[in-house]
Each structure stands twice: as C-alpha cells, then as structure tokens.
C-alpha cells in the first residue's frame, strides 16, 4: 500500500517571523512607518516624530486612571545602524496606547544601564502624577483594569476617543470612555505627552529597578 508524500512543515521560528514581516509590511503599507505618534496642534500638542532608542524602560504604578482611552498596533523604528536593531532592522511592532487624561499614583520609571539603573519616582505623597494626550508605546502590558463602554475590534484608522490620534487602516484597535488599570506594569520605548506634571520628582541611579 502505497502512502501520499508529506510535506515538512517549516520551524516555528521560521513562521513567527513570516508572521512578523507580514504584520509589518502591513503597517507599512498603511503608513505606521512614519513613527508620528500623535499629532494635536488644535490643543496646542506638537508633532512627535523621533526614532526610538531600542533600549526599553519598565514603568509601573499602584494606579492609573484615564479618561478618553484608544489603543492599536504601530511600527516604530530605531535610528539608522542602532546597535539595538538586532535582527529586525530597527524595526518594532508595538502596542500604542493613548490617553487624553491620565493620573497616576506611585510612578517609577527606570532604565537598565548593564549593572545600574537610570530610576525615576513620583507621585509617591497625596499629589498624583498627571498627564495630557500621553502616547505610549510598549511591548508589553501587565495589571488588573476596569474599563467604560469599551469597543473592542474596532478598525484602529476609525477610532474617535482622542481628536487627531488613529492607527493604521486595517489593524486591530479598541477605545473606551474611561480606564483604570491597578497594578500597572509596563515595558516601554516611547512615551509622549502634551504636558506632565510629576510632584515629587526624583531621579537618580539604583540599584535596583521598578
């Protein structure tokens, strides 16, 4: 009895990084590539437009609140010839979530320096850390939220929560009125904000990270 030939799938990692480059020709196709993460001149809000470091920061805190919340999918670039660039030509997918107002109890902040960190703290007293418009860019997202007439699936170039802020035609995004996230913990490389205020303020090298 004779058996049909199979056919060897391909390795995993040679798929999840088909998946990654087509995901990311998309966003190209789109126009994401232009790393423009918020562009709010009728508030007063300049464009910003910069390539990313490559290098990430944690942020955490014991909570944020926001109103006006959107979130979507971006692809953002590292300078030219980045020793962070690795092996996907400074080019990363990331989560982008935006806030018209934000406030947050106990922020910290901190950057890994190979053996020392760049720490940042506020907010820690009874005057919580606020922000305006903050855009932030991250790989990873952790905590406990509560969220207010959200809408999940929605095209990211149709959301409507922030005047000025949407994603790429085609790619998952969601928005809801209101946010809050206990126990928040972040892996970022970009954040941008029209105005923040940080009472409290310190910064200092540690240690020990957030």
Request: with cysteine; charged share 10%.
């Amino acid at each position: 009895m004779s058996s049909e030939p199979t056919e060897t799938p391909p390795a995993r990692r040679a798929a999840g990084r088909t998946r990654w480059r087509r995901f990311a020709a998309m966003l190209v196709a789109t126009g994401a590539v232009t790393a423009v993460l918020v562009t709010l001149t009728a508030q007063g809000v300049l464009a910003a437009e910069f390539s990313i470091s490559g290098m990430p920061f944690v942020v955490t805190a014991t909570q944020l609140k926001g109103s006006h919340f959107e979130q979507f999918a971006v692809l953002d670039n590292m300078a030219a010839n980045s020793p962070n660039a690795g092996d996907t030509g400074g080019q990363m997918v990331l989560i982008v979530s935006a806030i018209q107002d934000a406030d947050l109890q106990n922020l910290c902040q901190s950057v890994s320096l190979g053996g020392e960190y760049l720490k940042l703290t506020a907010g820690t007293g009874s005057s919580h850390v606020t922000a305006s418009y903050m855009v932030v860019d991250s790989s990873e997202m952790s905590g406990d939220a509560d969220f207010n007439n959200i809408q999940i699936g929605q095209d990211a170039s149709t959301l409507t929560q922030i005047h000025g802020v949407t994603g790429p035609l085609g790619v998952f995004g969601q928005q809801a009125d209101s946010v809050t996230i206990t126990n928040l913990r972040q892996t970022n490389y970009a954040t941008t904000a029209g105005a923040f205020h940080l009472p409290g303020l310190s910064m200092r090298f540690s240690s020990t990270g957030c």
